[in-house]
């Protein structure tokens, strides 16, 4: 049985009808056709599906989207402003941090609530930030390095 489901999402409030064991990642990628998010393991393993729920970064394959209720959203997509990128994505395409690009996303938005909570971090606190962001293409120093570059670093 489906159950009323009111989230913002990017600025933009949705009222849905969805299962109450649809995932918050589910409801994005399926309901919503945002497909930034990956599913990478559904296990709450890799990060690739890294979402903000009310300003916190999130697993979205680990949050039921009726526990949420209520709740504004952010994906990949609501970064920027326009055609204008987010600091971030510029860097990433800068500094050659996408490879695959399948944990690009995910990563991306555990950055970025590092970069709104420690405006200029060190290495360490970069680091510490992606750790529940698997990669397995880059190695890692050249996303560090985005980061970095982000924050004027
Ligand atoms: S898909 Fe959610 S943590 Fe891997
Ligand atoms: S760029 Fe391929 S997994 Fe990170």
Known sequence: MKKALVLT?????????????????????????????????????????????????????AVYALSIDGSEVTTIEGLGEGERL????????????????????????SARQLLDEVPRPDEEQIRHAIAGNLCRCTGYAKIVDAIKMASGS
């Open 9 to 61: 999402v990017n600025g933009e409030r949705h009222e849905l009808l969805v299962p109450a064991d649809a995932t918050l990642l589910r409801v994005l990628r399926e309901e919503l056709g945002l497909r930034g998010a990956k599913r990478g393991c559904d296990t709450s393993a890799c990060g690739c599906c890294t979402v903000h729920v009310d300003g916190r970064s999130v697993y979205a394959c």
């Open 86 to 109: 987010d600091p971030l994505q510029e860097a990433f395409i800068q500094a050659g941090a996408v490879q695959c690009g399948f944990c690009t996303c995910g990563m991306i938005m």
